[in-house]
């Protein structure tokens, strides 16, 4: 009797992307790779049937059932497969390719018109059956599908890491009995006021995708609060062109369900007298307040800068910074980043507290350093640098003027604390 997926394997889950082109493997030597999965959809869920295996030097491709599989990884599949030739074959016209016939697919909604891309498709482990579970319509899918991981894991909290925005299989309608050469969309089995139930977060980013029809078309049905928090999330390019799509009214009505410092950033992406015909129309009171932040929002950041940070050469190890830190921190106003500078202040890149910690004592600051730095420019306003924290998770920006020198460094709880007092 074949040796089924193991008890540990029975609660896991599994990305698409993550795992084809895993070395699949029998006998304990590698027969080929993952090209593709094959389901079967039988009920709420479609299970997992077979994993479809190209292998080289011309040899025949396999398509394996999931009850020979033992283990599967990102980087191994391991299989109780001991005659390939049994399992030589191609895909049926029938058969159903999660890579071939969903992954990069587009997603329409019930009245056909486009919502999202499917970036990836997830699938779980329960008593030994694979199942498809999601399809994966989130920003950080789409950089992971394209090898950006390095970024999206930069830009996105662990939170939204493991738990991505997911769309569940039972929103998707069945998909064609003969599959052959599927070049179709995806289309879900719900209507575009589905999209009520995404984040708002999330909604601004499906918005920002698609194309200025579509994009008024699905912001035109959400309610006015939905559509309020929905407007605040949305990139202020795509932003200031759906506003100039809206009626002055409707606009008025959206910012007038934001706070003032949330309807200051949206008024701030538009032009000056666009922005004045707006306010006009707003609830009095709310649209003195909202004046005042932009009035403020518009001094330069480096007015606010400290210059109260630890900086140290590329060259320091990790276990001088950690003898020096004491010294180095003391009256700084920022601590949890080092900086690393050259001989002309020249920021090279940025080591986070808890990273230099978990180092080696022989490291030096230039080999565990990130180099893609986040940063400002000293003529950016308070409206850019508060948009700047709200769309990344740091505790503080530096300032680097055009010869990459850095000038200062701007701590988040100081915007924050800057944004409160103007509205007081």
Do not use: C
């Amino acid at each position: 009797m074949d040796k089924a997926i193991t008890q540990n394997e029975l609660r896991k889950f599994y990305f698409l992307t993550q795992i084809l082109e895993a070395k699949v493997l029998a006998q304990g030597k590698k027969v080929g790779r993952l090209a593709d999965v094959l389901i079967k959809e039988n009920g709420k869920l479609p299970e997992v049937t077979h994993l479809y295996v190209q292998r080289p030097f011309g040899h025949p491709s396999l398509l394996l059932p999931l009850d020979k599989v033992i283990s599967m990884s990102a980087k191994e599949i391991l299989t109780s497969i001991t005659d390939l030739k049994m399992f030589e074959g191609e895909p049926k016209p029938e058969n159903i390719r999660l890579k071939d016939h969903i992954l990069d697919k587009k997603v329409l909604d019930i009245e056909d018109r486009e919502v999202e891309v499917v970036y990836d498709v997830k699938m779980v482990m329960q008593n030994g059956k694979l199942y498809v579970s999601d399809v994966d319509l989130s920003r950080y899918g789409f950089l992971r599908r394209l090898h950006l991981k390095w970024l999206a894991d930069l830009i996105y909290r662990p939170d939204e890491r493991t738990n991505p925005e997911l769309l569940s299989w039972t929103f998707v309608q069945s998909l064609p009995t003969q599959m052959g050469s599927f070049e179709g969309d995806v289309k879900l089995n719900v209507l575009k006021e589905k999209l009520s139930e995404l984040q708002p977060q999330d909604l601004a980013d499906i918005l920002e995708e698609l194309d200025r029809e579509q994009r008024l078309a699905v912001f035109g049905e959400l309610d006015t609060e939905h559509a309020s928090d929905t407007l605040e999330n949305i990139d202020p390019v795509v932003q200031r062109d759906l506003v100039a799509s809206l009626k002055k009214d409707r606009v008025a009505q959206l910012l007038n369900e934001m706070t003032p410092a949330q309807a200051a950033d949206v008024l701030a992406a538009l032009a000056s007298n666009e922005a004045e015909g707006i306010v006009q129309l707003l609830d009095q009171k709310h649209a003195k307040k909202i004046q005042s932040i932009l009035d403020k929002q518009e001094a330069k950041i480096i007015d606010f800068a400290t210059y109260n940070f630890i900086q140290f050469g590329p060259e320091t190890t990790v276990a001088e910074v950690e003898v020096e830190y004491p010294k180095a921190a003391k009256g700084k106003q920022v601590t949890l980043y080092i900086y690393v500078v050259d001989n002309s202040d020249k920021l090279l890149g940025v080591v986070d507290l808890k990273d230099l910690l978990l180092a080696n004592d022989e490291a030096l600051l230039k080999d565990i350093m990130v180099d893609n730095i986040i940063s400002l420019h000293p003529d950016g306003t308070l409206k850019q640098a508060h948009r700047m924290f709200r769309h990344y998770s740091f505790r503080a920006l530096p300032i680097v003027d055009g010869q990459g020198k850095i000038l200062g460094v701007l701590p988040r709880e100081d915007v924050l604390w800057l944004k409160h007092k103007i509205l007081k």
